[in-house]
């Protein structure tokens, strides 16, 4: 196991995906928690990630100094280095604000941190940050690169393993970066790399059992991969203790509702209780227009349905959710100060507390794509694993304005179509997700030799890596004109579509 203390770079996540994508388990931890953690996970090496402050500010953070008493091997990274530096006895300059370039290094001594990778005297691109910088160096440590500003680049400790890096290897920008990554997880730490989806599932499997003993479970399933993936290795784990309920809210995709259901009752027999709530969903949400409206009865419907249920079948312990990685972080990058509330997000939240249940979440501890792949190891069809984030207000969202079944029904058939021609070109594993929205709009057209007065639907793909930020993606115009040209002609209702070019920020994915 490796340890990541993160002193709030933006790019702290980068580093646990290298390391993971080593086969190693790693875990983030806030610096003010970092002791703790130390102490419970007894990790074999540690990194220090970057930060935005200035190791010369009274008050910026440090690295718990037991770490460096306790003998593992640590990488320090752009702040992580220089709080390194400071802790053992060198001198920091202090510091400008943090700013990132381009830059060479030259590679100045042996290193077991380039072994392989880059030899003595070459040199190579990375990814610099400036702001302080080393004026001596703690004793025991030495020069290993310099660069044109940084004479201090690289240092190293080789006999007590330590490294200081003042560029970020974790980052693509640095194209040797994970390279280095991997020497010093595999060579240095000594770490073998045997960190695989199917020991997360055993061990998983041992801890949901320890966690529940003869307890009752319930799980909410949304349709989507994450609870999907979460109700199979909690199924696995302790059988029918396990009861999966799957509200309707009638604001699924096309035929949705039944690929959720055969996936549970036929392809692994696992007790689903499927209800549908359509008629109550869409009968609160009859004349709602304004979307954070729409949101909360939704997120308010949701529980009260999902209560009712649960009680029907007699209550339980606990309640599963498919919480990810990216959710429960508690990075220090995010707590820079208010934020707006942009959405109200629908999720199970409140349902805790309200029924008295305690929390199993066994996909805490990965990313999206380690989902997928925990998914495939489960043995859940490809169709399903690899399937674009669905929101859990669903299609209401993609229907600005009043929400009625007809309009739903179109939406969701152009829908369909667009993820249909998407498949057909062979673009849906390229896209982060694609959908079509219905405009509350009608505009003239001519079919045949009549007119029509119909809606319009506009088409959404974006690419992302985690949802946060997104471009819209680069259809060609013969694909856009063909899925058009399908579209108007296959659904009903419908006489014009359009194409969203607007990324994120400025627009969200959603419309909503
Ligand atoms: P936005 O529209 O905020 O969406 O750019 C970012 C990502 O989050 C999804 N999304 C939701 N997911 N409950 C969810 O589970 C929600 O209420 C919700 N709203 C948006 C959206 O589909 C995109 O992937």
Known sequence: KILIVDFGSQVTQLIARRVREDGVYCEIVPFNKAEEAFKEMKPKAVILSGGPESVHEAGSPRAPQLIFASGVPVMGICYGQMTMAAQLGGEVEGGHHREFGRADVEVKADSKLFEDVWSSGSKNQVWMSHGDRITRMPPGFSVAGTSPNAPFAIIQDEKRKYYGLMFHPEVVH??????????????????????????????????????????????????????????VLIHEAIGDQLTCVFVDHGLLRLDEAKTVVDLFRHHYNIPLVHVDASKQFLGELEGVTDPETKRKTIGRLFIEVFEQEAKKIGGADFLAQGTLYPDVIES??????????????????????????????????????????????LGLPEIFVGRHPFPGPGLAIRCPGDITRDKLDILRKADAVYIDQIRKHGLYDDIWQAFAVLLPVKTVGVMGDGRTYDYVVGLRAVTSTDGMTADFYQFDMKFLGETATRIINEVKGVNRVVYDVTSKPPGTIEWE
């Open 174 to 231: 640095t194209p040797d970066g994970a390279k280095l990554i991997r020497n010093f997880v595999r060579k240095i730490a000594g770490l073998t790399g045997d960190w695989t989806m199917r020991a997360f599932r055993e061990e998983e499997i041992a801890k949901i059992r320890q966690q529940v003993g003869k307890g009752k479970v319930i799980c909410g399933l949304s349709g989507g991969v994450d609870s999907a993936v979460a109700a």
């Open 332 to 377: 220090v990058s995010f707590t820079g100060g208010p934020s707006v509330t942009i959405k109200s997000h629908h999720n199970v939240g409140g349902l805790p507390e309200r029924m008295n249940m305690k929390l199993v979440e066994p996909l805490r501890e990965l990313f999206k794509d380690e989902v997928r792949k925990l998914g495939r190891e």
